[in-house]
């Protein structure tokens, strides 16, 4: 992703996301944090089909929606995923795996061992299948109906080596 996608990014949003809208300053926001974790997904022909975003986080504290952030947490432990937005077109493409899969090797490259997300949308059986498994957290509550999720991932890094 590119500050020229955000736009883009934006418009997805506002078609996947209706119930859970943000500024478009948290977009900006995430990719200026954490631009690894920034991903566009598109067709063979380079038309957006959706995207990814994710920074460091720290499990059992995921960012209140609609806010900007401005720096990473200073006691980082994860790697959150704020949002993957996928437009119907994309349906039956396996990108959301894809992109799931993309974020677990950004999370070992950048030294964390779990991935943490809130599942909106009525995700859950999507995110249960990839073995992100549901705790309780309290600070979803600006989110509505959702749940959030960790991931362990394998060992495979140090974690001091961030």
Not at 28 to 46: I, K, Q, S, V
């Amino acid at each position: 992703m590119a500050v020229a996608d955000l736009e883009t990014v934006v418009r997805v949003a506002d078609v996947v996301h209706v119930n859970y809208p943000e500024d478009p300053a948290v977009f900006a926001d995430r990719l200026a944090l954490f631009a690894p974790g920034c991903l566009m997904a598109e067709d063979d022909d380079g038309q957006a089909l959706g995207y990814c975003l994710a920074h460091p986080g720290i499990v059992g504290d995921p960012p209140p929606l609609d806010t900007v952030l401005g720096a990473p947490p200073k006691a980082a432990d994860c790697l959150y995923i704020h949002d993957v937005a996928l437009l119907p077109q994309a349906r039956g493409r396996h990108l959301g795996v894809a992109l799931a899969r993309l974020m677990e090797d950004v999370a070992r490259a950048h030294g964390f061992d779990r991935i943490a997300l809130t599942a909106v949308n009525n995700s859950d059986g999507f995110w249960g299948a990839l073995g992100y498994v549901p705790q309780p957290c309290e600070k979803i509550a600006s989110y509505g109906d959702a749940t959030y999720r960790i991931k362990l991932l394998p060992s495979g890094r140090d974690n001091s080596q961030r």
